[in-house]
């Protein structure tokens, strides 16, 4: 259900700061009521506007100790969970408060207003979640928002998850095909069209009882397809450090995970790349008006040139460089093809080719022709850190499990490029890349561009 998910984390962060601030306004109000006065009569009294300030403050800071509490968190969420959470996340802003007050007690104090604001805040945000999920459930039972699955295993294993989806859409998935294994589904000509159309998100496998052989296979069709696995427990445990264990009909299933950038990690990289490339623009204008002017003197052409590259999900996207070459040499590559010096891969690489520009080698020798990619990160078909993009003709000669270099958006740089890229054969580039996806973090990603400008200056980034 990581589509529903999604929309519903999203939209609960606006929401949940927004209860915040009106338990507090109505406790607010509530203290200073007639008939409250009349039982406690107030000795300190706040004006309003001071006061509503300080509850978009407490409002601010309560959304990330909700967030540290799991609140958003991408998993299903079900309404008798939710409320130990809440409890927890909004008495943990109660003692933060608490302490504050007590290290500065020019603070407001009223005990009557943070006490009624604690309560108030549970209950609304309480409310909220079920009219929330109220909503969510409705669109899910009316088709909207649904993941569309592949249900394998045989007929007695698989109907029991099978009559589960299909009574309880609200769960958030909906059944295209079932197939009593991987050979089956492949010859479904159909099924296969609408997999690599980005069609159907996900695949669970039902029987357990499945051989190894088989079940990596398996594993590697949905890496390659972009499929997220689901399996009855327990088949693949040692092949993945990332999965989610849930439970369908009463069999415990659990959720192989390509990546760690999921939900709101995916966010976070998104902002953290949105934040960045603005800034790299705005800072490197004048070297882009610079070198504009240097290729248009030194060869004839345009200043960018738009090349084919596949990106995340095998989606084709057009990388934007700077024109290191000759006018039309994509066109010439099948006359220099014969002196590649990859021979370890489907990349190709020349030394010394006769179709660069004398401003192109410069260009490339310090990795400024690359600079452009930032307007690819700002059109969301590119990222800052992430794998190399790769020609579509090049990831037609991928090996088996390399096509998981596709799980997330091509970097402008990254690990392979900070470990010495120009001395590492295309398998220790894939590894490399390999190991970033499956252990991404923001350090992570702030080491690797931290590391890019030594890489240029020591020649390694060629």
Known sequence: ???????????????????????????????????????????????????????????????IVFAMSGFYAMRDKKLAKELPKIFTGVSTVGIIIILAIFWQKELFSSRFIIIFSWG???IYLFI???????????????????????????????????????????????IIAEFNSL?????????????????????????SSIEKKEALNLLTYCQENHLNLRYVASLFQTQSLHFNINSVAGLPVIEIQGTPLDGWRHVYKRTFDLIVAILLL????????????????????????KLSRV????????????????????KMKS???????RVDGPLFKMKDDPRVTKVGKFLRRASLDELPQLINVLGASMSLVGPRPHEPAEVDKYQKGYKKLLFIKPGITGMAQ?????????????????????NWSVLLDLIILLKTPMAVIKGDQG
């Open 1 to 63: 259900m990581k589509k529903a998910n999604f929309i519903v984390n999203i939209a609960l962060v606006p929401i949940d700061y927004a209860i915040v601030v009106l338990a507090a306004l109505s406790a607010y109000f509530l203290r200073f009521s007639e008939s409250i006065e009349e039982i406690r009569p107030v000795f300190y009294e706040m004006p309003l506007s001071e006061f509503a300030s300080l509850a978009f403050k407490v409002a601010f800071m309560s959304i």
């Open 120 to 122: 108030l805040t549970i």
């Open 128 to 174: 909220s979640r079920i009219i929330v999920f109220a909503i969510r459930n409705y669109f899910l039972k009316k088709g909207h928002g649904l993941s569309k699955v592949i249900v394998l295993g045989s007929d007695i294993s698989r109907q029991a998850i099978v009559d589960t989806y299909n009574k309880s859409p609200q769960m958030g998935y909906k």
């Open 183 to 207: 050979g089956d589904l492949e010859n479904s000509s159909d099924i296969v069209s609408q997999i690599k159309n980005k069609q159907i998100d996900n695949l669970i496998q039902t029987d």
């Open 282 to 305: 705005i800072i490197l204008s004048p070297v882009f008006i610079i070198i504009a002017i240097a290729i248009k003197l030194d060869s004839q052409g345009p200043i960018f040139v």
């Open 311 to 330: 990106g995340n999900k095998g989606k084709i996207f057009k990388m934007y460089k700077f024109r290191s070459m000759v006018k039309d040499a994509d």
């Open 335 to 341: 006359e220099v093809m014969q002196y590649n010096e």
């Open 418 to 438: 900070v470990s010495g890229r120009a001395n590492l054969d295309f398998s220790e580039e894939a590894k490399l890349d390999i190991f970033y996806i499956e």
